[in-house]
């Protein structure tokens, strides 16, 4: 925070702007300038308080806020111009709307007395992002633009995290105005509820210390919470001796390596986890949404439960699963009554938790995320563990793009702390990753930060590498190189007889070339038993990395839940013959996505 | 067995309805301010619920708040789904579904009012016929030459949709509704 000389001075938007972010404790601005947002960048290069970090396109800016604000915890912010500026911005918007990332836009606007001419670069920002962001506002006077900056740093970090745009023409930059510093008072109509009620959480405690075959589900809410939240999870974790498992999102709160956890669940869960799922008795959901990713065919999903939902936005509660003890709060708050509550009243009977474990251990068994080795061709899934045995002792991040390789991620890097794992969720955007990556490497820079990413994927951002090399970011970008988009073909095996249209790469580049003519260090390795040397120099390079790792091309991912069936109706990837992926979705599951 | 709710505009929508659509009308307090309306209209149309009827004006010119009054169609599930919905946004205040208010105050549907305007043309017993319907129907005539009415007519939508379809072969030419204003009975406000 800075220090009082600067309350209720006179400055110019832009210099507001510049002084709001500072007061707001922002280091690290993603952006790209334009036209409508020159004054803001005259400003910025009058100061050094607050770094900013040139793209090379918007939405490079937009996802390395989100890895940014998802390593750190804190809002992530870009500053884009008008018009196309504006438009670009929109996949990263909606990309932290799906998945709550608190991301603060600002982007230039045209003059006010240009907005609604069709003036060069205009754009109607507000009415655009209006369904992808939280809240926007386009600011008419310079003197509500401190006000509204401070309010949208509020909006964005508070309640549900999530992206928020403030929209600024230019001649609002221009203007003199008086600067008035953060305050607290936000607007009344603005309150999440962040404290859970306690009889509800009393009830909680009752169905969770009667449970004979409870699970924990838990989400991106538990990081979203902060760590004290993870820290609690865990002690609750210990204190009821229940079973973990945790969505896409939701992956570190709980260790890896923590005996109760049973790896991650959905789509592409394990077996262990999904089955616990449909079989349980109570299921206690944390920060979790009931993403049709997570549950299957909702008819069939756990039908003999009863369920516990805890989440601070009151719409997700019965949105897709009938919920019998809903509490609404913020999960950190809300655990720590949880966590007291059961220590004052309950006791774990885990004897009587003893069955339950056995029967998850017989679905453990099943070894569900086992693949045939190979010892001519990389298997992606040895790549990704390879690469887990040899980075897990450092301090290392992981991002990832969206497709096979993510879930491949997912299934074989463990994690054993929250904000370890950026990856796009909900809206599934291919091209997070790298940029991601510059932002989780820019927030920590002494970390290895990699991301694990695909032939496809990777191209949709890869001009972002020229950011990493201009601002020294050593990123390490680990394709699972199978030439094809490895996700889009699999669902043609499943869904399309196989027939691939379009889903294989012809003309793929030379990355390794590719990343020398960034300016960067790029490394190809086809044998397996190469691989371990090639991920070593990886580690070493001290710029960024590609690393072009060939791995089998046809490689499924399993197991799997096809569309449309239900948790205890998985693929295995020992029972995927060829005919039972050719029939592995009915006619009602393939309208699905 | 818990009983499985209808998901909205989840991609595995694939059950069965087994919930009967009702008509509910809500009311929802807003801060006064640039595109408010578009937010809870954009809601509406991105999350594909229906809107029957919507009325909109400042109500506390101090406060800067105003009251939108929105008359929609949906399961119970769906209904809870708009009003947790609209509460996210960030300049609603408060959202109150007044049918269900209605219910809990041991009532069959709360105060509902709309006002229309509804002009007719013609001469001889047409003209006649329809001025003495006018009268039956408590409407007043605000405007008027020797070859038209316009009536001002207010009440329950049934009313005026009544009212229409009487004028149709009389003569009819224009319409404007203003939608449904609702509140609920009782001293206690919303």
């Known amino acids: 925070m800075s220090s009082g000389q600067n309350e209720r001075r006179e400055m110019t ?53 989100e890895g940014y604000a998802r390593s750190t915890g804190k809002a992530g912010v870009m500053l884009v111009t008008s018009g196309p500026g504006a438009t670009n911005a929109v996949t990263p918007l909606q990309d932290a709307l799906m998945d709550s990332i608190p991301l603060v836009c600002l982007t230039g606007q045209v003059p006010t007395s240009l907005i609604g001419s069709d003036a060069f670069q205009e754009c109607d920002t507000i009415g655009i992002t209006r369904p992808c962001t939280k809240h926007n506002w386009l600011v008419k006077d310079v003197n509500e633009l401190a006000a ?34 953060p305050q607290t008072a936000p607007r009344t109509s603005y309150q999440p509820k962040v404290q859970g009620d306690l009889e509800k959480i009393k009830a909680a405690v009752e169905l969770m210390a009667n449970a004979k075959r409870p699970i924990l589900y838990t989400g991106g809410g538990v ?80 039908p003999n439960s009863k369920k516990i939902h805890i989440d601070i936005d009151p719409s ?96 074989h890097y463990h994690f054993e702390k929250p904000n370890r794992w950026m990856t796009s969720g909900g809206l599934g955007t291919m091209g997070y990753g790298l940029p991601a990556a510059l932002g989780v490497q820019i927030a920590h820079p002494d970390a290895l930060v990699i991301d694990i990413a695909g032939d496809a994927s990777v191209q949709m951002t890869m001009q972002e590498m020229s950011a990493a090399v201009q601002h020294e970011a050593p990123i390490k970008i680990f394709i699972l190189n199978n030439q094809y ?48 040397d090639a991920i070593r120099e990886m580690i070493s390079v001290k710029k960024p990395v590609i690393f072009d790792c060939r791995v089998a091309t046809l490689a499924n991912c399993f197991p799997m839940i096809p569309s449309g069936k239900a948790h205890n109706e998985m693929l295995l990837p020992d029972e995927a013959t060829d005919e039972a992926v050719a029939n592995a979705i009915d006619a009602k599951g393939r309208e699905l996505v | 067995m818990n009983a499985q709710l209808q998901p909205t505009g989840s991609a595995y929508f694939i059950a069965k309805e087994t919930e009967k659509p009702e008509t509910h009308t809500l009311s929802v307090l807003v801060d006064n301010e640039p595109g408010v309306l578009a937010r809870v209209i954009g809601l509406f149309s991105g999350r594909g619920y229906n809107i029957e009827s919507l009325t909109v004006s400042e109500t506390e010119h101090e406060k800067h708040l105003s009251r939108i009054t929105i008359v929609t169609r949906g399961t119970p599930h769906v209904l809870e789904q708009i009003k947790h919905q609209l509460e996210r946004i960030v300049p609603v205040h408060r959202v109150v579904d007044l049918t269900v208010r209605s ?28 001025l003495r319907l006018a009268d039956a129907f408590r409407a007043s005539v605000i405007d008027a030459n020797t070859e038209h009415f316009i009536f001002e007519i207010t009440g329950k939508g049934s009313k005026i949709d009544q009212f229409i379809a009487i004028m149709k072969p009389l003569g009819l030419v224009e319409i404007c509704r203003t939608g449904v204003a609702a509140m609920n009975r009782g001293p206690q406000g919303m």
């Open chain 1, 485 to 532: 988009m490895g996700m889009v073909r699999q669902w043609q095996q499943l869904l399309h007889g196989n027939r691939l249209s379009h889903s294989y790469t012809e003309a793929m580049p030379d990355f390794v070339k590719l990343a020398e003519a960034y300016g960067g260090h790029g490394i190809r390795c086809e044998k397996p038993d190469e691989l371990d």
């Open chain 2, 103 to 130: 219910h809990e105050l041991g009532q069959e549907r709360p105060l509902e009012r709309e006002l229309a305007l509804v002009k007719v043309a013609g001469t001889g017993e047409g003209r006649v016929e329809a």
């Open chain 1, 316 to 411: 997700s509660i019965n949105k897709n699963v009938h919920t019998d003890v809903p509490i609404i709060g913020d999960v950190g708050r809300v655990l720590e009554d949880l966590v007291r509550l059961w220590r004052a009243t309950a006791r774990a009977d885990k004897k009587a938790l003893h069955p339950w474990w056995e029967q998850i251990a017989k679905w453990r068994a099943r070894d569900s995320l086992a693949y045939k080795m190979n010892h001519d061709v990389i298997m992606p899934q040895y790549a990704v563990q390879r690469l887990y045995a040899l980075t897990k002792d450092m301090d290392t991040y992981i991002t990832t793009e969206v497709g096979q390789h993510q879930m491949w991620a997912a299934q």
């Open chain 1, 13 to 65: 938007g832009a210099e507001m702007v510049v002084q709001a972010l500072k007061d707001n404790g922002v280091k690290h601005v993603f952006g790209y300038p334009g036209g409508a947002v020159l004054p803001i960048y005259d400003e910025i290069f009058q100061q050094d308080e607050v770094e900013h970090i040139l793209v090379r396109h918007e939405q490079g800016a937009g996802h390395a806020a």
């Open chain 1, 148 to 181: 509204i900056i401070h309010e949208a740093f509020h909006v964005a970090t508070t309640g549900r995290p999530g992206p928020v745009v403030v929209d600024i023409p230019k001649d609002v930059q221009f203007a003199k105005g008086i600067y008035v510093p």
């Open chain 1, 223 to 302: 990081i979203n919470s902060g760590p004290e939240a993870s820290h609690l999870l865990r002690e609750l974790v210990d204190l009821t001796g229940f079973p973990i498992t945790s969505t896409l999102m939701g992956l570190g709160a709980y260790p890896a390596s923590g005996k109760n956890w049973m790896g991650m669940l959905g789509m592409h869960g394990t077996y262990e986890a999904n089955m616990a799922m449909h079989d349980c008795d109570v299921m206690v959901c944390i920060g979790a949404r009931f993403d049709d990713r997570i549950t299957g065919r909702l008819t069939a999903f756990s």
